[in-house]
């Protein structure tokens, strides 16, 4: 499976973001996708997950309201629009892929196939 992320970039504080991470190789009847993000000297961090089969989403607090992950699947691409961005947002944003459809498995960090990530700026 390969993950390829793209959409990031240079945004002011209160912009907006979208995201995109399409999926190749491989398919499962029942996965999660997520992404994460990791700021410059901190640990990687979970940010957003949903279940492809079911839809169902769940993020992390500091995103919540603000965040909107979903899905397409007929071009098996998951998407991350981010609203309302803040400095502490700023990070590189990593999609990945869990295989078996467990969630405390990607709340761990446990994914099965990461992507290569992208940057996200936010200036205040």
């Known amino acids: 499976v390969q993950l390829q992320a793209s959409g990031g970039g240079l945004v002011q504080a209160g912009g907006s973001l979208r995201l995109s991470c399409a999926a190749s190789g491989r398919t499962f009847s029942s996965y999660f996708m997520a992404w994460f993000r990791q700021a410059p000297g901190n640990k990687r961090l979970f940010v957003a997950a949903?279940?492809?089969?079911?839809?169902?989403?769940y993020y992390v607090e500091s995103v919540k309201g603000r965040f909107t992950i979903s899905r397409d699947n007929a071009k098996n691409t998951v998407y991350l629009q981010m609203n309302s961005l803040k400095p502490e947002d700023t990070a590189v944003y990593y999609c990945?892929?869990?295989?078996?459809?467990?969630?405390?498995?990607?709340?761990?960090?446990?994914?099965?196939?990461w992507g290569k990530g992208t940057l996200v700026t936010v200036s205040s």
């Open positions: 990945a892929l869990e295989r078996s459809g467990t969630l405390n498995k990607v709340l761990n960090y446990a994914m099965d196939y």
């Open positions: 949903i279940n492809w089969s079911e839809g169902n989403a």
